[in-house]
């Protein structure tokens, strides 16, 4: 079966640090994205872990640890422009991906 | 800079027309993906298509589903009989194929009366 979880929704203050957790459990597994959505938008995207360990890209890192079906999004310096939906997606063969429901991200000054 | 585009951005259509979505690559991409998203719910994946050919599809992607590259450059999405549910944004996404990054397009909002 094909279970992606993440909370639906959190609040954080600007200049903060935040950490969105996702985890999952799918038949098959090649890598893990992450995409920042608003509004009526399409989603953009943030990260790709393949390894295990934390990738680091400006104000955005991720983390994966494949053994623990376990990733997390960390945004450092918030900005109110980070309000937004994250979206967790676990890319199986034929580079599908498969998406958690996301969650939705209030930055409060 | 987008790396797709689609046309139209949005589509409105009687409930048993046929719609065709298009999607144009910025570049030269061999890799494409049709995602739709119902409003309020997750991103779902439709169809892969690789070198001209449909290389992974989903339960969604049923008979009233094609697509194809026409052209060798436009990547369409075709709805053979639109019913309410196919009410959605569907976006059309480029990669360049194993372990690489997938862009989404604009989307087009589909409107199913």
């Known amino acids: 079966g094909q279970n992606i979880d993440q909370p639906t929704e959190m609040t954080a203050t600007e200049g903060a640090i935040v950490q969105i957790n996702c985890t999952y459990q799918t038949s098959g597994f090649n890598g893990l994205f992450w995409y920042q959505q608003h509004a009526g938008e399409a989603p953009t995207f943030l990260s790709y872990?393949?390894?295990?360990g934390l990738e680091e890209k400006g104000r955005f890192s991720s983390f994966l640890s494949r053994s623990k079906g376990y990733s997390y999004l960390l945004l450092k310096e918030l900005q109110m422009k980070d309000s937004a939906s994250y979206l967790c997606?676990?890319?199986?063969?034929?580079?599908?991906?498969?998406f958690g429901g996301g969650t939705r991200l209030m930055v409060k000054p | 800079e987008p790396e797709v585009t689609q046309t139209p951005s949005h589509q409105v259509t009687q409930m048993g027309q046929e719609v065709i979505l298009r999607c144009v690559p910025i570049?030269?991409?061999?890799?494409f993906y049709w995602y739709r998203q119902i409003l309020g719910q997750k991103v779902e994946f439709l169809v892969s298509?690789?070198?001209?050919?449909?290389?992974?599809k989903s339960e969604i992607f049923d008979d009233q589903f094609s697509v194809e590259r026409p052209d060798g450059s436009n990547f369409t999405l075709k709805i053979r009989s639109t019913k309410l549910e196919d009410s959605a944004m569907y976006f059309c996404a480029r990669g360049q194929g194993h372990d690489n990054e997938q862009f989404f397009g604009p989307g087009t909002r589909l409107t199913v009366l």
């Open positions: 997606a676990v890319e199986k063969a034929g580079n599908m991906l498969t």
């Open positions: 570049s030269n991409h061999l890799y």
């Open positions: 872990n393949v390894l295990d």
């Open positions: 298509f690789y070198n001209n050919e449909i290389s992974e």
